[in-house]
């Protein structure tokens, strides 16, 4: 099994990526809502931030991944050979120098 610190950063790492995957999502401009915007503002600026929703739902994406990751740690449904689209290594012994005596 894994130790729990691996299964900790490895929570940590998808929750960072999920945070950033989400925060687009439901994200609407002062234009798109009908707010008046302040002087100066960017036209892009977000009306509706609210990163407590996207901690929320990062902690849950974020748990869900790292479970499907351990889960497959343990029980090896895909592994680095399912996944090696290079082929496998050329064998040493091919690139050996004969013996010149």
Not at 1 to 13: K, R
Not at 33 to 39: R, V
Not at 41 to 50: E, L, V
Not at 70 to 90: H, S
């Amino acid at each position: 099994m894994m130790q729990w610190t691996s299964i900790l950063a490895i929570y940590v790492l998808f929750w960072v990526m999920s945070a950033f995957l989400l925060l687009p999502f439901g994200i609407k401009t002062h234009d798109e809502m009908g707010i008046e915007k302040t002087a100066g503002q960017a036209d892009s600026a977000p009306g509706n931030f609210r990163p407590g929703r996207v901690m929320v739902r990062a902690t849950v994406l974020a748990a869900v991944l790292t479970g499907i990751y351990v889960a497959n740690y343990a029980y090896g449904w895909i592994t680095p050979d399912d996944i090696n689209i290079f082929g496998n290594p050329p064998d040493p012994a091919d690139y050996r120098h004969p013996d010149p005596t």
